[in-house]
């Protein structure tokens, strides 16, 4: 099993709320609600925690409430190595509706000193050392330049690392500009990037193979219930997610990133890589919080899922491995 860094930048406590029918100025009673620390680097964290790698969490935390996060580390058997800030890590809410609609109210974040970027660098330096791959995921805190996520990706870079990202808005485009080994844009990320709407199939392959020609070695877009087109050296596939109940689609794209990670540094078969690591974040939709691959239910997801090379022999993608 591999040493694994993760970096979040902008940690959140995710305050999950399960509603029926939210109405919008009136009083809802909910039902089930749940606070947990999170950001997306955390979130990877922890489901390849789950699946036997020895993770090391970085970047910055607001000490303010740090407590909470402190706990899950020390419970999800995580190496802290956050960088501490003043502040307080934000609160991100996550309504999650019947049928699977969630509404995501994401916070701006704490102030990052002036001197955050250049201690977390410096933290970097060891951390890197002792690493075999590195994930970059969430948005930026408030005042932490894009181009000091160009900076990380190029300082993992020169150590050797490959670095898989996760970021978004300018951070996205800074990062890959840089030059990442891999990057999990989900489809309205990889539309912000190209800078055109993408509507259908092809101009989601067009777009991500524009993507890979910047000198990205994978490429992973997360399409919601339509699966994950995989842009690698090997070449294209396409996943298609068995039907679930869908309770919170939130971690979703961090579970599969964690699961394509996983399958990527084992140097498994490519297919093998996505059923797997889409599987896996089915089964994550199906409750609130990361993708379990112990849950009763995941190897009936598995065997439901399934993969194809894009575009299929009948040009339609339909054909299954
Ligand atoms: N409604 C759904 N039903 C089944 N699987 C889903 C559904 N939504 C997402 N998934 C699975 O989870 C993967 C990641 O979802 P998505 O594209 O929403 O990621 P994301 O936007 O990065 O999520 P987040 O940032 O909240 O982690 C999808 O590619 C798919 O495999
Ligand atoms: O505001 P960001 O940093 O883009 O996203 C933060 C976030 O929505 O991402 C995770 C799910 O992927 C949540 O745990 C968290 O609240």
Known sequence: MANILTITLNPALDLSVETPALALGEVNRTGNTRLEPAGKGINVARVLARLGHSVTVTGLLGEANATPFER????????????????????????????????DLNGPGFQMPEDALERLESRLARLLAECDAVVI??????????????????QANRAGKPVWLDASGEGLK????????????????????????????????????????????????????????????AGTLRSRVPPVRVVSTVC?????????????????PAETVLQYATALSAECVQHIGVGDPEAPGFPTLLQQTRVYPWPGDNNTGETPL
């Open 72 to 103: 899950l580390f020390a419970a999800e058997g995580l190496q802290d190595s956050f960088v501490r800030v003043p502040g307080l890590n934000r609160i991100n809410v996550k309504i999650a509706e019947p049928g699977g609609r969630v509404t």
């Open 137 to 154: 995921g969430g948005s930026l805190s408030e005042g932490f330049p894009p181009a000091g996520v160009a900076g990380l990706v190029q």
């Open 174 to 233: 800074a990062g890959i500009e840089a030059g990442p080994f891999a990057v999990k844009p989900n489809t309205d990320e990889l539309s912000g990037w190209a800078g055109t709407p993408l509507n259908d199939m092809a101009a989601v392959e067009s777009a991500a193979a524009r993507l890979q020609g910047e000198g990205i070695a994978h490429v992973v877009v997360s399409m919601g219930p339509d699966g994950v087109l995989w842009h690698s050296p």
């Open 252 to 268: 979703a794209g961090d579970t599969l990133l964690a699961g394509m990670l996983h399958g990527v540094l084992d140097q498994q």
